[in-house]
């Protein structure tokens, strides 16, 4: 068993040169030198009825490192193939945490976004940029003038597609005295994502190699693992916490309008980040209706049950690699109905009380955690 997890963590974490050169050897995720970020981990575990696993690895990196390849010291052939991107992210859209607020009250103070003034603003063209930016693979403005043609040759004059049949709709809409936001995909914009790599071996508990991982990673990355059984999967030697509804609380400038990163992160600390929560876990069949990727509906019928822990872990922290073991455990819903809570409170309104009260627990602390 231990030689079936060491290979697995090879052929995650190691990488190297294609035509070794007179530099220093590639490995951990490193290559001629330069390390390349890792960003965050997503793993598909599927436990066998034959005691082999297969894990479906996909690994996204920042930086450039063009000429590294995997290079895999094994001691037996495994069997290895590739998978897609899109199933990852399939499984991710299906089970991933979904927040139901209460209703908004009067007090909520909702903040606009800021309209920071460009140094193109009032350029002399009649145009004025209210604010410019990115957003994920996007470059973006915000941009306003009371003559429609001026700001029609502002917007083809900065490579946004304008066409003839739009050009009414834009005095329509300066008429109005709205403004735009124009959108469009930054330069070299591309998926930094490494075409997953799937591997079959034997073993019956899904293991993270984590500690070959630490040497690229980034502080607080994130680890999504879905393992598919016929039982939910539990940590064995990591914490397994939860996370109470009641520290959730609006926040504008998250991805998903809450601080739940925020709880997760002093959650996981408390546990010196070896701790994953559980975020979905029920019968397969509950998602399948859901699901138009070919493997996820594959896997979602031949698994009768699916599970998703979810971590943050910093390099330093990667000191031990998680393994699971299936339980009959309840389920655990994705949906936190918040719809009940004070409202005040979850919509941060003046004079209430915003602190979050997350406590060690060490019931969900395995026997030999150190």
Same mark, same amino acid.
């Given at each position: ?6 290979? &697995? ?28 970020? @890792? @960003? ?103 941009? $306003? ?23 009414? &709709? ?96 002093? $959650? ?29 509906? @594959? ?19 990667? $000191? ?5 073991? &299936? ?17 005040? $409170? ?25």
């Amino acid at each position: 068993m231990k030689r079936m997890r060491w290979l &697995l963590a090879a052929m995650i974490g190691l990488m190297g040169l294609v035509g070794v050169q007179a530099v220093t050897a590639c490995g951990g995720l490193f290559c001629q030198n330069t390390p390349v970020d @890792q @960003q965050a981990e997503r793993i598909i575990f599927t436990v066998n009825k034959n005691d082999t696993i297969t894990a479906y690895v996909q690994i996204n990196y920042t930086g450039e490192a063009p000429d590294f390849s995997w290079v895999v010291p094994v001691p037996s052939v495994p069997k290895v193939d590739v998978a897609e991107i899109a199933s990852f992210n399939e499984l991710s859209n299906l089970t991933a945490p979904i927040f139901m607020p209460p209703l908004m009250p009067s007090c909520a103070a909702i903040p606009m976004p800021a309209m920071a003034m460009s140094d193109s603003a009032g350029s002399g063209d009649g145009v004025q940029v209210l604010a410019s930016g990115t957003a994920g693979p996007y470059a973006y403005d915000v941009v $306003t003038s009371p003559e429609p043609m001026e700001l029609i040759t502002w917007l083809r004059k900065n490579k946004y597609r304008i066409t003839e049949e739009m050009e009414p &709709l834009i005095k329509v809409y300066t008429d109005e005295g709205l403004i735009f936001l124009a959108m469009k995909l930054q330069p070299n914009e591309g998926t930094q994502d490494i075409q997953p790599v799937v591997m079959t071996y034997k073993g019956v508990h899904p293991m993270i190699p984590l500690r070959l991982t630490a040497v690229a990673a980034n502080p607080n990355m994130n680890v999504i693992t879905w393992i598919l059984a016929d039982k939910q999967a539990v940590p064995t030697n990591y914490a397994h916490p939860t996370i109470d509804n009641q520290n959730i609380r609006y926040n504008f400038g998250s991805s998903d309008g809450t601080n739940y990163i925020q709880v997760v992160d002093q $959650t996981v600390d408390l546990y010196h980040g070896r701790a994953f929560i559980t975020e979905y876990a029920g019968a397969s069949e509950k998602l399948a209706a859901s699901a138009n990727d070919k493997l996820v509906k @594959q896997l979602l019928a031949d698994y009768p049950y699916i599970t998703r822990v979810f971590g943050r872990i910093s390099p330093e922290e990667m $000191t031990v690699d998680p393994t699971f073991d &299936l339980k009959d455990a309840p389920d655990v819903s994705n949906i936190h109905d918040l719809s009940k809570m004070d409202d005040k $409170t979850f919509w941060a309104c003046p004079d209430t009380d915003q602190t979050i009260k997350v406590e060690y627990d060490p019931n969900v602390v395995p026997q030999g955690f150190k």
